[in-house]
């Protein structure tokens, strides 16, 4: 079975740093592509950053260029945001979502980690 | 980038009946890229459709996607209370991806 756990949200003073964690199983990880995607409180969905399977491809929203790193780490089956210099408007929960065999569209999801900018 | 519009923003409909859902582009999706999720409250995304028209594991047959180029579609063919959720699609052909910003569906 697929599961992906994510941990390291929490409330954080804007300009703050934060490190998401995405424990996968289930499924050969180092072969799939990863993404972050957040979704504000009662908003849509919105694309963070994805990363391909051996790293050498990292992409990012223009919201948070410059600010956040995506990271994974095949021999334990984890991947990784690093937000710095957090901002109020990056309040959202943080899901970590598995790429499909055929495209990057998202077959499988965590339950998301809530991360807080506040002060 | 691509921006995908959905339309109707929120709907109301009664069990049996059939919807369609729309997601239009502001430019062509390469290979027909497109995805559909169902969101319902306090759960994570759960992928309906990709490749326009193909259902994911276990999404029963009353769920069909179809559409190229710019116009796509969700269809219920037959609706159920548990239906009730938020829809949204998303691109994936180009770089970046991205969603649309979802349509709500109520079961009345």
């Known amino acids: 079975e697929v599961q992906l756990v994510e941990s390291g949200g929490g409330l954080v003073q804007p300009g703050r740093s934060l490190r998401l964690s995405c424990a996968a199983s289930?499924?050969?990880?180092?072969?799939?592509?990863m993404y972050w995607v957040r979704q504000a409180p009662g908003k849509g969905l919105e694309w963070v950053s994805g990363?391909?399977?051996?790293?050498?491809?990292?992409e990012y929203a223009d919201s948070v260029r410059g600010r956040f790193t995506i990271s994974r780490d095949n021999a334990k089956n984890s991947l990784y945001l690093q937000m710095d210099s957090l901002r109020v408007e990056d309040t959202a929960l943080y899901y970590c979502?598995?790429?499909?065999?055929?495209?990057?569209?998202?077959?499988?999801w965590g339950q998301g980690t809530l991360v807080t900018v506040s002060s | 980038e691509i921006v995908l519009t959905q339309s109707p923003g929120t709907l109301s409909l009664s069990s049996g009946e059939r919807v369609t859902l729309s997601c239009r582009a502001t430019?062509?999706?390469?290979?027909?890229?497109l995805a559909w999720y169902q969101q319902k409250p306090g759960q994570a995304p759960r992928l309906l459709i990709y490749?326009?028209?193909s259902r994911a594991t276990g999404i029963p047959d009353r769920f069909s996607g179809s559409g190229s180029g710019t116009d796509f579609t969700l269809t219920i063919s037959r609706l159920e209370p548990e239906d009730s959720a938020v829809y949204y699609c998303?691109?994936?052909?180009?770089?970046?991806?991205?969603f649309g910003q979802g349509t709500r569906l109520e079961i009345k």
């Open positions: 979502a598995k790429t499909g065999p055929s495209g990057h569209y998202f077959d499988y």
């Open positions: 289930g499924f050969g990880f180092g072969g799939y592509a």
């Open positions: 990363i391909r399977w051996n790293s050498d491809t990292t």
């Open positions: 430019q062509s999706v390469r290979s027909s890229s």
């Open positions: 490749g326009a028209s």
């Open positions: 998303q691109a994936y052909g180009n770089s970046p991806i991205t």
